[in-house]
């Protein structure tokens, strides 16, 4: 299930970064008393009430002509597209202006739920401004200091009631949703072609062909599935064209979306860094992950190319050791047939629930083989654990103290459960709890 996305939008200088900066709870955006400091969409994850949701922040709309205007604008607009609710900030000092009627044309639009948020309101006597915007026809305009803090619980509270109802039965439990992620012209479409076995996808050799995440229901050996194809991602400092790093964050909503998540890696170039940092975000989110080396039939080779490419996948990727690598070619098919079983085989591991009988023999063995080292002269002692969810993996497992448990103990505990149980393809994730919490 993708996250509802909220875009951020306003005239200049109104404090839409400083807005975006106290709902993500971290200082992301410039905040600097300048028009036009925030040039660029910045994307951002927050809570509140238990719903998670992106947040985008866009530069100011204005309606002049100078290049750098229309670019901020044309940054804005895709981001209202993108968005399922827009927070549009306006200045609760200076009142309502030209330009703040000029963006309310443009949300118009739109036709998206839109919320007003009045701005620098830290006074009682600057709520006298608050009544202009009422004449907007966007609805209630909430009072709020973005510098102080002060309304920003109420204007959550107005934001998350327009949340589209995400149905989390999107598909049903047994279609496994798998989506392909990789920099730009690492061949993701014509894998989706290869896969489905028919021209579904425009294919190019221009990098950023795709600009938008695809979804392909098919049926493979009588079981279904869903594709989702998503944009090429590129280093976000070096993403020039707009629509490309509009991609970066539908990439990352496709992922959300899926079970299993193929790093599409181009083998006629190698690694580059950005292919870890793309490959973070699957991993990040939980996901099953196969690593898959595409273009292997331009790759001029001999017997050990093969075992050399591989053991530079996991020097680059330690934190995908759990990760199966798959070398295909898209273009003649070579080796197509293995991506198909192998998410199957990570997807069902994914989902894997393991006897809590047998859990617990595993880590009673593990401790007898290698007991936990003592910190101080007090030692570590775990009791029994448990398995609470899957899609990732969880175990909560209790002891005597959670301050004494080493990383490196817990990564021996992980591998002996991956030893024991398999878990190819997926995180799995170890909870440490004192005995008496609940």
Known sequence: MSLPVVAIVGRPNVGKSTIFNRIVGERVAIVEDLPGVT????????????????????????????????????????????????????????????????????????????????????????????????????????????????????????????????????????VIRFCLIGRPNVGKSSLVNAILGRERVIVSNIPGTTRDAIDTPFKANGKDYVIIDTAGMRKRGKIYEKTEKYSVLRAERAIERSDVVLVVLNGEEGIIEQDKRIAGYAHQAGRAVIIVVNKWDAVEKDERTMDQFRRKIRDHFQFLSYAPIVFVSAKTKQKMHQLIPMIDRVAENHSLRVKTSALNECLADAVAITPPPSDKGRRLKIFYATQVGV?????????????????SYERYLENKLREAFGFIGTPIKLIARKRNET
């Open 39 to 174: 040039r660029d969409r910045i994307y951002g994850e927050a809570e509140w009430l238990g719903q998670r949701f992106n947040v985008i922040d866009t530069g100011g709309i204005d309606l002049g002509d100078e290049p750098l205007l229309v670019q901020i604008r044309e940054q804005a607009e895709l981001a209202i597209e993108e968005a399922d609710v827009i927070l549009f900030i306006v200045d609760g000092r200076d009142g309502l202006t030209g330009s703040d009627q000029d963006v309310a044309n443009i949300l118009y639009r739109s036709e998206k739920p839109v919320v007003i948020g009045v701005n620098k309101v830290d006074n009682p006597e600057r709520k006298d401004n608050l009544f202009d915007f009422y004449s907007l026809g966007l609805g209630e305009p909430i009072p709020i200091s973005g510098a102080h803090g002060t309304g920003i619980g109420d204007l959550l509270e107005e934001i998350v009631k327009h949340f589209p109802n995400r149905d989390t039965s999107e598909y049903d439990d047994s």
């Open 391 to 407: 899609k990732p993996p969880t175990f909560v497992y209790f002891c005597n103290d959670p301050e004494l448990v080493h990383f």
